[in-house]
């Protein structure tokens, strides 16, 4: 968006004062008032159209700069409206559910806080959702913790996690998602990049959770109730498996993004009609209200009810809003006037890397959202990066690394106040728990230090 800029930038005290007012106002609605993202973001949006004004811009050029900015992510939104259709497809298919009850027969092994880790990461790459993984299976494993009198904290650490890794390496991520297409980065080689810091932090958080463990045994009965229900349901069937190899097969073969979610949801649809889940005519309501499971089973209904166009809603209308006041703040200067003022800094690897974490922990502590820790981060840096001869995947990276899973650390952010309610463990609790968390962040800065894993333009 540097496009936008006009000829006279304001000065780097009044570009932060602006700044500091408008993070400061959206704080304390998102924290104080706990009010939905979109209001503050919305009220953010008319300071900044006032500001603009006062300082002698037409709306014209305000407005065309919201425009500009909402534009810039288009590729997300028709991504996102596509991830919708693929989540409820895959559950009429049985492709989630099986993976689930993949998720739940490894249960039966040693070492039982790496293990909910383990679990929840893959159940959480399979949804796409840490909000959804940490509501259901992370109720499931608190409740076996309490059983066996396991340590609630390090219990909630583990769930975190594991949550959190799927929300960062899903291509149903909405976050994965964005973190991309923000930049321009290709889905799966986002994904890919990510690997490089991503699998170390995997590694040592699965030892650090294993070498916690209790060592007596587990009482799995809650656990094993939930897994029986799941395969009594209609929908794990082999066939499952094929939305998945179709998925995997496009990926390796390097097709876009919107063509591989596209194809297997269609594939997985196709397959839920013959199979006969579902009947043809409920198709199209079932890809745009999502999938409700009808098993009797409460927090096996909670897990699989879920996907479709609607459910996307929330979070397009939030990236818009978003991306239009990332577009006020470039049109009017004030983002570029404090990049103007550090960009000689930022010239290399190491000041790159360090200031794009710290931006985006800094937006998740002071705003406590992670989206627009990812949309503003994004869009102020990701110009830089190209003057630097570094490749943007590397941006794309440190924003999931240092702006998804640092969220749920913060105790007013949405994350953290969601899964404080969800798994009633206080955010300063499992804080010190959430290792997977702790260490992306911690790596990516390493990398980035040492220029190690950072690939040139």
């Not at 494993?141 to 059983?147: E, I, P, Y």
């Not at 998925?247 to 297997?264: D, E, G, N, Q």
């Not at 200031?355 to 998740?364: D, H, K, P, R, Y």
Request: charged share 10%; proline share 4%.
């Amino acid at each position: 968006m540097l496009h936008l800029q006009p000829k006279k930038l304001p000065s780097l005290i009044e570009s932060l004062l602006v700044l500091g007012i408008i993070i400061a106002m959206i704080s304390f609605f998102i924290i104080e008032i706990e009010s939905k993202p979109h209001i503050p973001i919305l009220i953010a949006i008319l300071l900044m159209i006032s500001y603009g004004l006062a300082k002698r811009f037409s709306f014209s050029k305000l407005q065309n700069g919201m425009i500009e900015g909402a534009q810039s992510g288009m590729g997300a939104i028709l991504l996102f409206f596509l991830i919708g259709i693929l989540i409820s497809s895959w559950m009429i298919s049985g492709t989630i559910p099986v993976l689930m009850e993949t998720a739940f027969g490894l249960a039966d092994g040693p070492w039982f806080f790496a293990i909910v880790f383990t679990i929840t990461a893959i159940s959480g790459v399979a949804l796409g959702s840490s909000f959804t993984t940490s509501a259901t299976l992370g109720v499931a494993f608190l409740g076996v913790a309490q059983s066996m009198d396991a340590s609630i904290a390090i219990t909630a650490g583990a769930i975190v996690s594991g949550a959190f890794f799927g929300d960062k390496m899903s291509p149903l991520s909405d976050t994965t998602n964005l973190a991309s297409s923000i930049v321009k980065v290709d889905l799966f080689e986002h994904i890919k990049h990510m690997a490089w810091t991503t699998l170390p932090a995997f590694i040592i958080s699965f030892v650090l959770f294993a070498i916690l463990s209790p060592s007596q045994e587990r009482n799995m009965e809650n656990l094993e109730i939930i897994q029986s229900a799941l395969s009594q349901s209609s929908l794990i069937h082999w066939t499952a498996w094929i939305p998945i190899v179709v998925l995997l097969m496009m990926t390796l073969t390097k097709r876009p993004a919107f063509v591989s979610i596209a194809v297997s949801s269609v594939i997985a649809t196709i397959i839920a009609g013959i199979r006969g889940v579902t009947q043809w005519k409920e198709i199209p309501e079932i890809w745009f209200g999502g999938y409700v499971s009808q098993t009797n089973n409460g927090i096996i209904d909670e897990m699989l009810t879920k996907g479709g166009i609607d459910s996307m809603f929330f979070t397009i209308s939030l990236v818009i809003l978003a991306l239009a006041l990332g577009g006020l703040f470039f049109v009017t200067g004030v983002i570029p006037s404090v990049i103007a003022n550090i960009q000689h800094r930022l010239q290399s690897a190491r000041s790159l890397t360090l200031a794009t974490a710290s931006t985006a922990i800094g937006i998740n502590v002071f705003v406590g959202e992670q989206y627009l820790s990812i949309l503003l981060t994004g869009e102020a840096y990701q110009d830089l990066y190209d003057r630097a001869g570094l490749a943007r995947k590397n941006l794309s990276r440190t924003l999931e690394d240092a702006g998804t899973v640092i969220n749920p650390l913060v105790p007013w952010s949405v994350c953290g106040v969601f899964l404080a309610d969800v798994l009633d463990v206080a955010v300063i609790d499992y804080l010190p728990f959430a290792f997977f968390c702790l260490l992306s962040p911690i790596i990516t800065i390493i990398y980035g230090l040492t220029e190690k894993m950072i690939t040139k333009e």
